[in-house]
């Protein structure tokens, strides 16, 4: 049995393309894959060459290409690439590729190497809305998501032509999200990813909320959202449905994850108490104020020039501690599962584990998961973190990308409530 990678670094991952036009924005997934340093092998469709020629995918690859199973027949590539794989992204997926996975065709060097792999697989469709909506399709796509086949939803926007609707391909950086996501998952017994949160909800907070001085100005921090998206692209691929909290995030929606925007603390804190009664878990992970202005001055703030030396007194109120809030107003249900995060520096003679020790007992939230900041991480790919339980006991521990460190806490939520999975 091969060892599971532990990101992108080093990982073998086979790049299917389908024939559609959105075949281009697979060079950019090619990309950052290969720069994130995976070894990739990238077999497109015979179709998919009209979109996007060998030569292309070569150059970003550093492989040749091959798309019959008569190429390199003296090497057995049909059964080579697919054993080899250590993850499968197909992207874009027609209709008709989607019809060939279902039943099981192996009449191209993709759709044999699919036959082969025990790697998890997961499919980016893209097409019209019409065939996207197509009852043969909506089938096939139940029918791989069954067999444990990933296949992602495509997004809504603008389509090849004047129409838009649901069909898109999601952009690369969310396609590369999906595959650190799958290539990091927990693995079910025959090697794809262990889908234990289906039918679970998980409503997750990300990002930095913004607290407006005036109209031009805020106070906010320096969260990306990085860590929370980790998280939403984690429950994604092990099978839940993701409604994301996003405070102030530019970063690409998860495909299928339901997006609320949000900038302050109260109104992040208004959508997590409308919201929090329908999920299986809340998942704070976003940086919430813990101070707002007092007052928001309609105008904006001046100097006093008289003596050119004046600082305005921004007078601050106290925000909701929502996590305590949410933990309080379960009143001792089991549902749903909550989950913090706590960013600690360390302060005199208290270590940072200590703080985050008394503060899991303090929120009293199902699970604690403590960052170390002290080296800093905000922006960072990668993370290093604890997770604690209300009494402020070690439950895990997890190092390494952000997505690691997302599976290693859903691991631990998902053993809250095994019945449910
Ligand atoms: N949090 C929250 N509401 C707030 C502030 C924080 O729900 N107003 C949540 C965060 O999303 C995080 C957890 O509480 O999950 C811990 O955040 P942190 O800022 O570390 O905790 P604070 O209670 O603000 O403690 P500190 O005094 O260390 O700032």
């Not at 043969?136 to 086949?149: H, I, K, Q």
């Not at 069909?167 to 990813?193: F, M, Q, V």
């Not at 549902?335 to 270590?351: D, H, Q």
């Not at 929120?363 to 002290?374: E, G, Q, R, Y």
């Amino acid at each position: 049995m091969k060892s599971l990678p532990r990101s992108l670094e080093g990982a073998r991952v086979l790049v299917g393309i389908g024939g559609g036009i959105a075949a281009y924005k697979t060079a950019h997934l090619v990309r950052g894959l290969v720069a994130e340093g995976a070894d990739v092998r990238v077999v497109p469709t015979t179709a998919s060459l009209e979109f996007v020629g060998a030569a292309t995918w070569e150059a970003l690859s550093h492989h040749p290409v091959l798309t019959s199973v008569f190429e390199d027949v003296d090497e057995v590539a049909h059964v080579r690439f697919g054993q080899e794989a250590d993850l499968v992204v197909i992207a874009p997926a027609t209709a008709d590729l989607l019809a060939r996975m279902r039943i099981g065709r192996a009449d191209d060097m993709l759709t044999a190497s699919l036959l082969v792999t025990r790697a998890p697989v997961v499919v980016a469709p893209a097409m019209h809305t019409e065939m996207w909506e197509h009852d043969s399709v909506r089938e096939n796509v139940a029918m791989l998501r069954e067999r444990g086949v990933t296949v992602l939803e495509p997004a809504v926007g603008r389509l090849t032509g004047p129409d838009s609707g649901a069909g898109r391909l999601p952009e690369p950086e969310a396609l590369l999200d999906a595959a650190r996501a799958a290539i990091t998952a927990p693995r079910d017994g025959r090697g794809g990813i262990r889908r234990d949160l289906v039918g679970r909800e998980l409503l997750i907070t990300a990002g930095g909320t913004r607290e407006d001085l005036d109209p031009v100005r805020f106070l906010a921090n320096h969260s990306s959202g990085k860590q929370g998206w980790a998280l939403a692209h984690a429950a994604l691929v092990r099978g839940a449905r993701v409604h994301l909290v996003a405070a102030n995030v530019a970063l690409e929606t998860p495909p299928g994850a339901r997006r609320t925007d949000v900038g302050s603390a109260a109104e992040l804190a208004a959508v997590v108490a409308e919201q929090r009664g329908q999920a299986d878990a809340l998942v704070m992970a976003a940086a919430v104020a813990d101070f707002t202005a007092a007052e928001r001055s309609e105008a904006k703030i001046k100097k006093d020039d008289a003596d050119g030396e004046s600082v305005p007194a921004i007078a601050l109120r106290r925000t909701e501690d929502i996590l305590r809030h949410s933990v309080l107003d379960r009143a001792g249900a089991a549902r749903p599962a909550i989950v913090g995060f706590a960013a600690e520096t360390g302060a005199g003679a208290s270590s940072a584990l200590e703080l985050a020790r008394a503060k899991a007992r303090r929120k009293a939230a199902d699970l604690l998961v403590f960052n170390d900041i002290s080296a800093g991480v905000f922006g960072a790919a990668d993370n290093s973190v604890r997770v604690l339980d209300r009494d402020g006991e070690e439950v895990a521990r997890a190092e390494g990308s952000k997505t690691a460190v997302a599976h290693a806490v859903l691991d631990e939520l998902a053993a809250l409530h095994p019945e449910v999975s």
